[in-house]
């Protein structure tokens, strides 16, 4: 699970290769071709989680293998750094594991090798239709749904609960709005010396961070960032030109530094976006007294927030492995099973019967209430666009985010964003 910006991965020049190296292939233990193998399935999957994560899907494999005579679940752990890579590999030397779990901002990419199974029909219905609908958009590909989601995270607003009372503001009732932000950020500064809000600023090397960031803020002002085809870019709107005037003013009134991204998290700054991974990462031993909210939102916009997590991706070419690998995924995302998952990972449900039953309610009330407000912002969450190219799209228009926020004109900013996010889209 990405911490402050999710994953992008290896290049598009080097994924689009893939499409080359499988034509025609099967998985690396698909003796049988596309037909439909007799006696115990091995299904090989590739993930990358670790520690804590990674004990629990492999405890959770077991028990499905222990419940399910015939079938093995081989797990191969792949950092997520080098996943991409490797699948690109194993696609050139027709090696490709039966299942790949990965950022769900992988998965355009990952349909780039050409071999993804359509798992529309053989995942349930009632699976599907459970779903947060925006989760499913990263699989929407070529009229398939090659993924399915297994895990989830949201962005919610966390603050310093005692810097908040040093300045008279009400930790119980945060300020909800972005006017109410700006009043409440004067007042912080001058009661505590401190910014009141940090922002990403720095694009560094792939741009998510801030992109990922700004498009709560375009989505709260009614906004969208790429068409709904994601061939052009959407954002440079009066809903964007309000979302980056208000990112300038922040700046400019002193109430979000410039620089590196960690001040609130060393108690520099009193609050900031950050994601669901947090209140479970800080609940040990938090840093500071610190809570929970809703991000404020324009008082004529509307709530919204942006989503991580990760997405399964099955390239057996077997029936049998197929159906199996579908299998052991609704299984895997089965309300008990999810519930299960997402108490002992902190990680957030992906379907809505969990999220709303009782007994993952009273779990966050009882063990983890600061996720709370994470768990509410599931209806609201956006997908990000579902492109292979997103990650150049997301660079350069995080790096004119940077510029406005150096002093240059937004409507200018954005209008080189859309020249360029236009420019990619279009191969040039």
């Not at 999710?6 to 292939?25: E, N, W």
């Not at 960690?262 to 800080?282: C, D, N, P, R, T």
């Not at 997590?309 to 690998?325: L, M, T």
């Not at 997908?383 to 995080?398: C, D, E, G, I």
Request: glycine share 10%.
């Amino acid at each position: 699970m990405t911490k402050k910006s999710p994953r992008v991965g290896a290049s598009l020049a080097v994924l689009a290769a893939m499409a080359v190296g499988v034509a025609g292939c099967s998985s690396s233990s698909t003796a049988s071709g596309t037909g439909s193998s007799k006696g115990p399935v091995q299904v090989t999957v590739w993930h990358y989680w670790d520690g804590n994560n990674g004990d629990t899907f492999s405890a959770m494999a077991k028990a499905y293998e222990s419940a399910h005579a015939g079938t093995t679940l081989k797990l191969v752990n792949i950092p997520g750094a080098d996943l991409l890579t490797k699948l690109q590999a194993a696609a050139t030397s027709r090696t490709l594991p039966d299942v790949v779990i990965g950022d769900l901002v992988t998965v355009p990419r990952m349909a780039k090798t050409g071999a993804a199974v359509d798992l529309k029909s053989l995942i349930p219905a009632s699976t599907w239709s459970d779903i947060y609908p925006e989760m499913l958009k990263f699989g929407q590909q070529g009229g398939k749904q090659i993924s399915i989601p297994v895990s989830a995270n949201t962005l919610a607003w966390m603050f310093n609960k005692d810097d908040f009372a040093k300045a008279g503001i009400n930790p119980a009732s945060p300020p909800a709005t972005w006017e109410d932000l700006k009043t409440a950020c004067a007042t912080i500064k001058a009661k505590t010396g401190k910014p009141g809000f940090e922002l990403f600023t720095q694009p560094g090397t792939d741009g998510e961070g801030v992109t990922w960031n700004f498009q709560v803020s375009l989505w709260q002002a009614g906004g969208q960032f790429l068409t709904d085809d994601n061939t052009k870019a959407a954002f440079n709107s009066e809903a964007g030109k309000k979302a980056l005037g208000f990112w300038v003013d922040l700046v400019k009134s002193g109430c979000s530094p410039l620089g590196p991204w960690g001040e609130f998290e060393k108690g520099k700054a009193v609050s900031a976006q950050e994601g669901s991974w947090m209140a479970g990462i800080w609940k040990p031993k938090p840093p500071f007294n610190f809570g929970v909210a809703a991000i404020p939102h324009p008082a004529d916009g509307q709530a919204a927030t942006n989503m991580g997590g990760e997405q399964a991706v099955v390239f057996a070419a077997d029936k049998a492995k197929q159906k199996a690998a579908a299998d052991f995924l609704t299984w895997f995302d089965d309300p008990v099973q999810s519930t299960s998952w997402s108490e002992k990972t902190g990680f957030l449900p992906v379907r809505k019967a969990v999220a709303d039953s009782a007994a993952y309610k009273d779990f966050v009330a009882t063990q983890l209430p600061e996720l709370q407000p994470f768990v509410d912002a599931l209806p609201t969450a956006h997908a990000r666009p579902a492109t292979p190219l997103y990650p150049q799209v997301s660079l350069a228009f995080a790096k004119q985010v940077e510029q406005a926020l150096h002093g240059k004109a937004v409507d200018q900013a954005l209008a080189d964003a859309e020249t360029q996010v236009n420019g990619i889209l279009a191969g040039q």
